[in-house]
């Protein structure tokens, strides 16, 4: 738990440190299940790389990206995990609510390799998150949406259970 607390502490510290380059930021708060019915609590903190990354001739639909990094609390099994990833968000239309899908693969750092609940051995502490979404971004830059995840060692180490996960979220603009 002291190797997790300590990497925490430097992701933090460096994404604060990285904050005068993003436009927008903003805080999620995530409920989910996983696919053995374990409920998980996320939080999280996004940076907007600061520009659109491409955009159609009349501007409806337009590519954006941000920064995201997470703490999530797998609640039966009394684990944690710790991530980042950057993530890359299609916009259609222009308004005061418009939506969006979005898709990342980041890693991810489990405090525990042995989901006893879910009956999962994860394999190792490292696992790559992948994740789809879709949703809402309002006039204010908050978002309301729902995701679906993956973590996976990719095989680094076996066994490579993996396990998957939906959310429905909430990101305030800040």
């Not at 940076?47 to 990094?69: I, M």
């Not at 908050?142 to 429905?168: C, D, F, M, T, W």
Request: glycine content about 12%.
């Amino acid at each position: 738990m002291k190797k997790c607390s300590l990497l925490v502490g430097s992701a933090l510290l460096s994404v604060m440190a990285m904050q005068p380059a993003f436009a927008e930021r903003g805080l999620t708060l995530e409920v989910g299940q996983t696919s053995d019915s374990d409920k998980v609590y996320r939080l999280g903190m996004q940076f907007d790389f600061g520009r659109s990354l491409w955009q159609s001739d009349g501007g409806n639909v337009r590519l954006e990206g941000y920064w995201d990094a997470g703490l999530t609390r797998w609640q039966a099994d009394s684990a944690t995990s710790v991530s980042v990833m950057p993530v890359f968000q299609f916009r259609f239309g222009q308004g005061a609510t418009v939506p969006f899908v979005e898709a990342g693969i980041g890693a991810a750092w489990f405090s525990k390799t042995e989901l006893e609940e879910s009956e999962r051995d994860l394999g190792s502490a490292f696992q790559f998150e992948d994740m789809i979404g879709a949703g809402l971004r309002f006039d204010s830059g908050s978002q309301a949406g729902i995701r679906a995840y993956h973590y996976s060692n990719a095989g680094i180490k076996e066994p490579n259970q993996g396990i998957n996960k939906v959310a429905l979220y909430y990101r305030l603009a800040i």
